[in-house]
């Protein structure tokens, strides 16, 4: 039933953004430069060595192709709705959703969702496929595991943005999260085991963005050991448990703007 | 227009650059931590391109094509002033101002707007440079930068980064002025970010590029906005090297404001506004 929810807000807000035809055009050029970008950087890196903490080329694009699938799963479904429940809170207009007779929580995970960011999916999981087929050597069965540890990767973002969000409910003001947390978000463009030590262990426990996408791109280059993907599953289920308590306990704190 | 006449307007514009200059300074200096977390988050970028390169130099036996872990540091750490010398008024803004009627009231100023832009980024800067100080030695305790910098190469550097600062604004500003006729800009400046990345310096040093994407570079303004101004003062060649690099800022300065003051004297005839 909720997942039927969710699914009509998401179709509401296409048939919204399909008015906008060029805007939509437009989209497509941003999303095919910024791949390009990556591709001319991957080039530009391989120029000088066959291989970079022993990722080799195909392998690093599987990994680009993970990072922009990610990447675009956050800007389309977890940063926009993220931003608008911290001004819901901030303002004090948050009444409105609660009121609705369907969980609020899926409500404001999905509302303010920005549907055209689906394209750099899209384009993300091709990138990914080509670069799997390039290196050869993957096997079908690591298909599905790579799916499970995409997801897990997934609700790790979400349940982190989430929760900085929802702690809004305690700490009003938090404007600039959203900026240095895109920022921090380009870190994952390359494996994390390439960072120096402190950064490795950063962009995994305390902000886990690096976990998050090298994860997957492991698993489908065959270099994942068996802890890994169950380490990041519970990490990820952890994350979501986490984030669902932390909304039920602000959602008490929270008086509305009317009371 | 008489000579009397012109310097006293010259001496007019100086003080009302010292003036709004001063007035944004203040202004920026009671949001500090706002814009010291924006520093922080401009960091990732360099310390990125950083860690590639030096894994790179390292994987080649500790330099790639001269350069080496250290040298790298000194260059991306000195790229984190470079590139907040270099914000400007983004073509975004310009959206914004037509969209919302904004840039009529522009209009009317009795000097051209791109004055007011220019003085309230300038004085903005002054305080970010005091700011970037202290985030500048943290970065060297971190990464070990190596740099053998000369007076001259100082001296450089410092005029360099404020040309650098007025280039970047004017190209920034005529993408902006496409809004005149396209009320939108985003894409086309997210191009010039694209040609800017690969040709300035912004993300390699540009002798890591291939010979054909070095030939390019040297067409357009970008690296006198990166890679000028980062090796005047990490790696300055000879004097007269120096003052050259000087002289081609310059130049730009001046075709920039050639083509914004032409463009912009057209699209005052075109604009109309939304909503007049």
């Not at chain 1, 680009?64 to 303002?91: C, R």
């Not at chain 2, 305080?127 to 500048?136: C, R, T």
């Not at chain 2, 410092?158 to 993408?175: D, T």
């Not at chain 2, 939108?184 to 690969?198: D, W």
Request: glycine share 10%.
């Amino acid at each position: 039933m909720n997942i039927r929810l969710a699914a009509l807000y998401l179709r509401l807000l296409l048939l919204n953004e399909m008015q906008y035809r060029a805007n939509f055009l437009l989209r497509i050029v941003t999303s095919v430069l910024s791949l390009g970008t990556a591709v001319i950087t991957l080039a530009l890196v391989f120029r000088q060595v066959q291989r970079l903490d022993g990722w080799d080329l195909d392998q690093l694009v599987v990994l680009a192709g993970v990072y922009t699938t990610l990447s675009g799963f956050t800007q389309m479904l977890v940063m926009p709705n993220a931003l608008a429940l911290l001004t819901d809170i901030q303002e004090g207009t948050l009444d409105a959703v609660l009121l609705k007779p369907a969980g609020a929580l899926l409500a404001v995970s999905v509302r303010s969702s920005k549907v055209w960011q689906g394209l750099d999916v899209a384009i993300g999981l091709a990138t990914t496929a080509t670069g799997a087929v390039l290196s050869g050597g993957v096997g079908l069965s690591a298909v599905p595991v790579f799916a499970v540890t995409l997801l897990c990767g997934a609700a790790l973002i979400y349940s982190f943005l989430m929760s900085i969000a929802i702690s809004a409910f305690w700490f009003v003001k938090l404007d600039n999260v959203a900026e240095l947390f895109s920022g921090l978000f380009q870190a994952a463009r390359w494996p994390v085991g390439l960072y120096p030590g402190w950064m490795r262990i950063g962009l995994t426990v305390v902000i886990p963005i690096g976990l998050a996408v090298t994860l997957p791109a492991e698993v489908l280059t065959s270099r994942a050991t068996g802890a890994g993907p169950a380490a990041l599953a519970a990490f990820a289920a952890a994350g979501l448990a986490f984030t669902r308590f932390l909304w039920r306990r602000g959602l008490r704190r929270y008086s509305g703007a009317s009371a | 227009m008489t000579a009397g006449g012109a310097a006293g307007r010259v001496r007019a514009l100086g003080a009302f650059y010292a003036a709004a200059g001063r007035q944004s300074m203040t202004q920026q200096l009671t949001y500090r931590a706002s814009s010291l977390l924006l520093m922080v988050g401009m960091l990732t970028e360099p310390v990125i391109y950083l860690v590639v390169w030096s894994a790179i130099a390292r994987s080649q036996g500790g330099s790639v094509d001269g350069y080496t872990p250290g040298t790298l540091a000194a260059y991306y750490i000195t790229w984190t002033l470079v590139r907040n010398m270099n914000v400007g008024y983004a073509p975004a803004g310009f959206e914004h101002r037509i969209t919302t009627g904004r840039m009529s009231g522009r209009m009317l100023l009795p000097i051209h707007p791109i004055h007011y832009d220019l003085a309230g980024f300038g004085g903005a800067k002054i305080v970010w440079i005091a700011q970037w100080l202290p985030v500048a030695a943290v970065l060297v305790l971190l990464f070990h930068p190596t740099a053998h910098p000369t007076p001259a190469g100082v001296l450089v550097f410092l005029v360099s980064i404020w040309a650098a600062f007025v280039i970047r604004s004017l190209f920034l500003w005529l993408i902006g002025l496409v809004t005149f006729w396209t009320t939108r800009a985003s894409a086309l400046f997210e191009l010039y970010l694209l040609f800017e990345l690969l040709l300035s310096g912004r993300l390699v040093p540009l002798t890591l590029l291939p010979q054909w994407m070095r030939s390019a570079a040297g067409w357009f303004p970008f690296e006198w906005t990166f890679s000028f101004p980062i090796n005047a003062l990490i790696a300055p060649g000879p004097a007269p090297r120096l003052l050259a690099g000087l002289g081609v800022q310059a130049l730009w300065i001046g075709v920039g404001a050639l083509l914004v003051a032409v463009v912009w004297r057209r699209a005052v005839r075109r604009f109309t506004g939304v909503g007049a």
